[in-house]
Nanobody
């Protein structure tokens, strides 16, 4: 699938943003949809994903929420209580569902969007 992420921007610490990722294709519901992020000078990091089940990184659990609208072929990342450490380029990812829980490893995902920058100021 082809992925197009949007919704990034500049926000103050404690604020909220919602990222969207629109996917092409007619079998969207059979895909795990997820998010990774990469901060300057750091490795790419798993944020969360939704397939059969939802899975979040510990660093965002309780603050970020992933949801999907299969009718619109879109996955969302609602980010609340943002911190400066959340500053990163956020990537939307996809792969076909193959297990109960989505994978955390970047190399398990076949399709990547172009990334959208989120900057959280202190």
């Amino acid at each position: 699938v082809q992925l197009q992420a949007s919704g990034g921007g500049l926000v103050q610490a404690g604020g909220s943003l919602r990222l969207s990722c629109a996917a092409s294709g007619r079998t969207f519901s059979s895909y795990v949809m997820g998010w990774f992020r990469q901060a300057p000078g750091k490795e790419r990091e798993f944020v969360g994903a939704i397939g059969v089940r939802l899975l979040y990184a510990d660093s965002v659990k309780g603050r970020f929420t992933i949801s999907r609208d299969n009718a619109k072929n879109t996955v969302y990342l609602q980010m609340n209580s943002l911190k400066p450490d959340d500053t990163a380029v956020y990537y939307c990812v996809a792969r076909r569902i193959s297990s109960y829980y989505p994978p955390r490893e970047a190399n398990e995902y076949e399709d990547w969007g172009q990334g959208t920058l989120v900057t959280v100021s202190s």
